[in-house]
């Protein structure tokens, strides 16, 4: 307890001056942010990718329709405002005025007309899904967008945010290879807070201030610079050496974060991004995990509360049901697998004597194979623990660590395993990160529902929720979801996991954006100019 | 010597062949499906991964794909990234330089300390200090390089602060002229000690071992009966013909420190074609890894040409008879 105490006065002896400064203080402007990604952007094009290197450096050239705020409500980015008509079919955004693309060009409703029509709706490898439910794309005068929907897609205003949905230049793209376009790869054209730089190929990326930037006065910083280092510990090592000033939690290794915390030339951050989880996969064409009484033992057998602590260090918290405890206005409070399946082996054992899988004279009941990712931080913990927790239960498991090509492979598309782990984001919204887990998927596509669970009550659910308009409707159906799916379970939601990123203690404006690629505009140094 | 030459260059081909043959079968036989890699973390429409599979020829039977692949290198067409959708050819060059400077440093220090070790060692075979560079060179053989590159980084740049950690260059501030390769040099420090450690300590091996049976030969006898000093003996008798081995060696290191610049250049964030070759192993980026490896195989076999050239003309008893 003495502990735990003297480690909550840690974290906000750490974060309290931070956050009172940056209130109380008035922003300087220029300076430089060195920030850490893993390796070169495989594109500069944020509209048809998902990849982190490449959205973390476009996104500071490129901007979404909206922002997400820290509780995941679009705010305004190049649209100024937008309003959804009452039965979800219709969304009208009124757009900024003058904001300039970096070549001077003005930026109107047809570039967005144009991104959304032709590059979204064809190359976006998550964004596509949510064009399917789009009849038309509008833009009747230069300032106002409308989008028309065949069906209401409730997460469509969330996916507009630069990381979802950035808007490209039309007079750059119309006409061209969309994905061979040389601006994906050399001196993109964005209206973001900063322009192109240059690009050291394999070392780093340098963009600076664009002060025809559309929010006056801002950006603060006068560079951004990617830096790229590709091993994980020596990156902690170059923002302990003051090489570099930030590292997303997707790249910061998460073992290092209580050290990290201890030093005073540096700020650390919890609940950085959208909600991810890891899960844990029953095949439930295989025996006898077709059984969901074995599913909800080996679930009572699993200790959650170690994985957390040991294969995670702490940073975020048991699963408590399908849909993450952070989607607030979702999450059902009556379903808590905290309780429904806390860590309890001799229930488990009853539970699977009850399922008629008595153990053999060996002791053994059966066999499983657990197939993960090896490169991914946290699951090999989980794995053996996992391991070691059924061993009591009289279940053997072979761990069988993968490489991530090879997991797509067996546990998608040939579903060559029993148990396997699994990292999900949420994306922010049931409809688009957590439904994909459990609708009944035939084919073998990768980060889908590898399960072979089909449950048609589940897959009308998640439907009607996808698609109401209001978000009360939304609520009631996945509420309902989500206990169907804790008595069904064909996925155990082991931890709810929480980002962390670390910055030099002499930034002041970050995180003000759920997603970590907004709003870097409002950053700046303490060490900056009072004026510019 | 010129027909030795042309022979050894009229080997070179057949030799390329078959190595493209082995890697290409080896990485498309792996498991794991590019396409998939590139469409990321989420499901990816079914046209559109019918449409990637068609853009890059991904559809079309393997002997197929294999013949298109061979002929087009025949023509020096290494093909189209599927992860940067640039072609290969610039991917690589662009990045062959700093690689090279890596490398061909590391690979000189390695040679020239190892040599000025080993014969330090020669000179008083058993003694301390022969037992100290004995013993070091044990350790510097074995060290893993990952690790003691990032013991150097905690050392020289985090606790010290003498050196840069990541990198080639400076990134705040952007020097030029001399400034740069000043800044350049400074950088080059670690990774290369890094790179050239377990090479030097190869070197010295080989060279104390040549040396001293050199240094047993009866023209050394004689060179120190006709009263030459210790220095002259060492350096102006028994050095130029204990070097021999170690040249060999040299030409021989080169391949292997291409292979362990991919570890260092992952290590100290250096901006070479290691750590490309490292990511397209994961993302099955099959025409990049295809690439590199012959761009790699190419210069360790004309390396080792290179080197068995010049070997047969600083040995005059060596006269290959091709």
């Given at each position: 307890m003495t502990r735990l105490v003297l480690f909550l006065v840690l974290v906000f002896a750490t974060l309290a001056p931070a956050q009172t400064a940056a209130q109380s203080e008035t922003p300087r402007h220029g300076g430089t942010m060195v920030f850490a990604i893993g390796a070169n952007p495989e594109t500069l094009n944020p509209a048809v990718t998902t990849g982190v290197e490449a959205l973390g450096v476009a996104c500071k050239m490129f901007n979404g329709l909206v922002y997400l705020d820290r509780d995941w409500n679009p705010q305004p980015e190049l649209a100024r405002s937008w309003t959804v008509s009452k039965d979800g079919l219709r969304i009208a955004f009124s757009l900024q005025p003058n904001v300039k693309w970096h070549d001077g060009q003005a930026f109107s409703s047809a570039d967005v007309k144009f991104t959304m029509e032709e590059v979204l709706a064809k190359f976006h490898p998550r964004t596509r899904l949510a064009f399917v439910n789009v009849e038309a794309v509008d833009a009747p005068d230069p300032l106002t967008v409308v989008v028309r929907f065949k069906k209401a897609y409730a997460p469509f205003l969330h996916q507009m945010t630069c990381q979802e949905a950035a808007i490209l230049p039309r007079h750059l793209y119309q006409g061209t290879d969309v994905l061979k376009n040389p601006r994906n790869s050399d001196a993109p054209i964005g209206t973001g807070p900063f322009k192109w730089g240059r690009w050291v190929r394999g070392d780093f990326i340098e963009m600076v201030r664009n002060?025809?930037?559309?929010?006056?006065?801002?950006?603060?910083?006068d560079k951004m610079i990617a830096k790229i280092t590709p091993d994980a510990p020596a990156r902690v090592l170059a923002l302990e050496a003051g090489d570099v000033d930030y590292i997303q939690s997707f790249f910061l290794?998460?073992?290092?974060v209580a050290r990290l915390?201890?030093?005073?030339n540096l700020q650390v951050k919890q609940d950085t991004d959208l909600p991810g989880v890891f899960l844990l996969f029953f095949n439930t064409q295989r025996k006898p995990l077709d059984d969901k009484g074995v599913r909800q033992a080996l679930a009572l057998g699993t200790n959650r509360q170690q994985m957390l602590e040991q294969a995670v260090f702490g940073l975020g918290s048991v699963g408590k049901s399908a849909i993450h405890t952070g989607l607030r206005w979702a999450y059902n409070p009556a379903v808590d697998y905290t309780k429904?399946?806390?860590?309890?082996a001799s229930k488990a054992n009853a539970l699977l004597d009850q399922a008629g899988y008595r153990r053999g004279a060996d002791g053994t009941r059966f066999k499983l194979r657990l197939v993960y990712n090896v490169a991914q931080a946290g699951l090999p913990a989980m794995a053996e623990i996992a391991r070691d927790n059924w061993k009591a239960l009289g279940v053997e498991v072979s761990v069988e660590p993968v490489e991530f090509q090879v997991t797509l492979d067996r546990v998608f598309a040939k579903r060559d395993y029993e148990v396997t782990l699994q990292p999900y984001t949420t994306a922010g919204d049931p409809a688009i990160g957590i439904a994909r887990a459990y609708v009944t998927m035939n084919e073998g596509r990768p980060f889908t529902n590898p399960t072979g669970y089909s449950n048609p009550k589940v897959d009308d659910l998640f439907a009607q929720a996808a698609v109401a308009p209001v978000r009360d409707d939304r609520r009631k159906a996945y509420f309902e979801v989500q206990k169907i799916i804790a008595e069904d379970l064909p996925a155990l939601v082991l931890i709810d996991r929480t980002e962390v990123d670390v910055a030099g203690a002499k930034f002041r404006g970050l995180w003000q954006s759920a997603e970590p690629y907004d709003l870097w505009d409002r950053v700046w140094w303490t060490g900056g100019r009072a004026s510019r | 010597m010129a027909r030795y030459a042309l022979v050894r260059l009229l080997q070179i081909p057949p030799v390329l062949l078959g190595l493209v043959t082995v890697i290409w079968l080896v990485v498309r036989l792996a498991p794991g499906d590019p396409v998939l890699a590139l469409v990321g973390d989420f499901p990816a429409p079914d046209e559109y991964v019918k449409r990637i599979r068609e853009e890059f020829g991904l559809d079309r039977s393997l002997p197929e794909q294999f013949f298109r692949y061979v002929t087009a290198v025949a023509r020096g067409d290494l093909g189209f990234s599927f992860v940067f959708r640039r072609p290969v050819l610039g991917l690589v060059l662009e990045r062959a330089g700093a690689t090279a400077l890596l490398t061909v440093t590391a690979l000189l220090f390695a040679s020239l300390a190892g040599v000025a070790v080993g014969v330090l060692s020669a000179r008083?075979?058993?003694?301390w200090v022969d037992g100290l560079i004995s013993g070091g060179s044990v350790v510097g053989f074995s060290v893993p390089v990952f690790w003691l590159g990032q013991l150097l980084i905690l050392l020289f740049?985090?606790?010290?602060?003498?050196?840069?950690?990541?990198?080639?260059?400076s990134v705040r501030e952007n020097p030029e002229g001399w400034a740069r390769i000043r800044d350049i040099a400074l950088h080059l420090v670690l990774p290369a000690a890094a790179l050239s450690l377990r090479f030097l300590a190869m070197t010295a091996r080989l060279a104390r071992a040549s040396m001293l049976e050199v240094l047993g030969r009866d023209y050394i006898r004689t060179a120190q009966a006709k009263g030459a000093s210790g220095a002259r003996v060492l350096i102006g008798h028994a050095l130029p013909n204990a070097a021999l081995p170690v040249l060999t060696l040299v030409g021989y290191n080169l391949g292997f420190v291409l292979a362990g610049s991919a570890l260092v250049e992952t290590v100290f964030g250096w901006p070479g074609i290691g750590r490309l070759l490292y990511d397209s192993v994961f993302a099955r980026d099959f025409p990049v890894l295809l690439g590199i490896m012959i761009v790699v195989s190419l210069t360790v076999v004309l390396a080792n040409l290179v080197t068995d050239l010049l070997y047969a003309y600083v040995d005059p008893r060596i006269r290959y008879r091709a």
């Open positions: 002060d025809q930037y559309f929010r006056p006065g801002l950006p603060y910083l290794l998460k073992q290092e915390r201890q030093n005073a429904l399946y806390a860590y309890n | 008083r075979p058993f003694s740049a985090v606790t010290l602060g003498w050196l840069p950690a990541q990198g080639m260059v």
